[in-house]
């Protein structure tokens, strides 16, 4: 059904693409723009818009989990768990969304050295480029 609405959609928009007059549509310049504007807030600012898809993709499983599942039958240590770890989830991605992540900066280059280890496997000591610190 919502393959169905989506092509519905697509086509229509397609369509309507199609029959407006040329001088409705906007510039060249002004789409270019506008993808460059769009990409720039996606890719390089901080907004909500992924952590409202991650809550609403958990969301959503967890009703499709909780419908599916026979209540009844369940022994008591799974009623006593399952909601536990749901809110266990929530809470989670609740914390990592209102941490600081923290900044790196000349100041505290040698502390954050000492506190993180390099693996040597994926991380090894170089020297960035861009800010000539370590990294």
């Given at each position: 059904m919502f393959l169905l609405l989506l092509l519905l959609t697509t086509l229509l928009l397609t369509l309507s693409l199609l029959l407006l007059p040329p001088?409705?549509?906007p510039s060249t310049s002004t789409l270019s723009r506008l993808s460059q504007t769009t990409t720039k807030y996606?890719?390089?600012s901080p907004h909500p818009l992924?952590?409202?898809c991650y809550i609403a993709l958990l969301t959503f499983s967890i009703a499709i989990f909780l419908y599916?599942?026979?209540?009844a039958p369940l022994p008591i240590h799974h009623k006593i768990a399952?909601?536990?770890m749901i809110a266990?989830?929530?809470?989670?991605?609740?914390?990592?969304?209102?941490?600081?992540p923290g900044r790196v900066t000349h100041a505290n280059m040698k502390q954050m050295v000492e506190e993180m280890e390099y693996d040597f496997l994926l991380f090894r000591p170089r020297i960035c480029k861009t800010?000539?610190?370590?990294k």
């Open positions: 001088l409705l549509l996606l890719l390089h992924l952590q409202i599916n599942i026979p209540i399952i909601p536990i266990y989830t929530y809470y989670t991605f609740y914390t990592a969304c209102v941490a600081h800010c000539k610190t370590l």
